[in-house]
């Protein structure tokens, strides 16, 4: 039951990546303009929702606006689904506490949400400060992929440290 609900947890995320991705647009938008040291979304990065995009503008200093689109493999959704899929895997291992378990996902799919922030936000400051070619190009490719690759370490670490906490892992005895 347990796995089959983790399963079906991350089914509805999938589901529903579209209105997460606009969240977590959001949530990027509002940490960009407080860094980028405006007082709100009026005056600093513009927030733009459409149905095929989901975009942050930009107004830099070595751009004019820019755009930048948070596209499905942009975004920390996809990497989040496959916690509750393992979670709902390692309900089936009796050893495994459920409430660690749970706790192990959440904390999971959290750091790698939250480090996927960070990640959208080097990229957006990158942009508004260096301009495209310099700041999108280098901020994307290079500072993106470590930063995804650390997220998803993270999460995985947390994952297991927490679902696994308290439980000795000594082999079976073996009958005779």
């Not at 005056?43 to 989901?54: C, D, E, K, R």
């Not at 070595?62 to 975004?75: D, N, P």
Request: some cysteine; overall charge positive.
């Amino acid at each position: 039951m347990t796995a089959a609900l983790a399963v079906v947890c991350g089914i509805l995320v999938l589901v529903a990546s579209g209105p997460l991705r606009t969240i977590e647009l959001h949530v990027t938008g509002v940490v960009v303009s407080w860094v980028v040291g405006q007082t709100g979304l009026a005056n600093g990065p513009h927030i733009v929702y459409f149905h095929t995009a989901h975009l942050i503008h930009v107004h830099g200093v070595a751009t004019r606006t820019v755009g930048l689109e948070i596209t499905a493999s942009c975004s920390g959704i996809f990497l989040i689904v496959p916690f509750f899929f393992l979670g709902g895997v390692m309900a089936f291992i009796p050893r495994v506490r459920l409430p660690r378990l749970f706790l192990g996902t959440a904390l999971g799919a959290a750091s790698v949400f939250l480090l996927n922030q960070l990640r959208l936000l080097i990229i957006a400051v990158s942009t508004w400060r260096w301009g495209i070619s310099t700041g999108f190009d280098w901020s994307h490719i290079l500072a993106g992929g470590v930063v995804t690759t650390i997220g998803v370490l993270i999460g995985l670490f947390l994952f297991f440290r927490f679902a696994l906490a308290g439980r000795r892992w000594a082999p079976a005895p073996l009958s005779s």
